[in-house]
């Protein structure tokens, strides 16, 4: 967990852009694994697990823009997650668990292994989305 002194010395708005920056680099990554599990795009392995992997080190990277005081302005980020912030951070914990077993299934460039990891790591986005997002 990172120190309360730098959360708090963080401008709302900076949080703010931070964090939609780094989801903005986990959508592309993602949305673009997406492609290729759904078939409407070719599977190149290397390509694939590149970008698993980065999806992976990104998982770790938001949760410090969630600052109190963050959740007005320009994001979709709901006031609910100050209220439910251990079940956010668990939220945030399970993303990254999930991304990382992504990465690990990527690099066996077996489809059958990457589905259903790729899929576990959608639910841990979709289960945020519904309770923390606009």
């Not at 823009?65 to 956010?88: C, H, M, Q, W």
């Not at 990457?114 to 606009?134: L, M, Q, S, W, Y």
Request: glycine letters at 10%.
């Amino acid at each position: 967990m990172f120190g309360s002194v730098a959360a708090q010395a963080v401008e709302a708005e900076d949080a703010i852009k931070y964090r939609q920056g780094v989801f903005s680099a986990v959508k592309w990554h993602f949305g673009t694994m997406g492609e290729v599990v759904k078939g409407k795009q070719d599977y190149n392995a290397d390509d694939f697990a590149r970008r698993a992997e980065i999806v992976a080190q990104l998982s770790k990277l938001p949760l410090e823009g969630f600052v109190a005081g963050s959740y007005t302005g320009d994001t979709d980020a709901l006031p609910a997650i100050e209220e439910n912030r251990e079940k956010f951070e668990a939220g945030m914990s399970m993303f990254a668990e999930k991304a990382d077993a992504l990465a690990v299934a990527a690099k066996t460039g077996d489809m059958d292994q990457i589905r259903p990891a790729f899929g576990e790591v959608g639910k841990t986005c979709k289960g945020c989305h519904d309770n923390f997002k606009e």
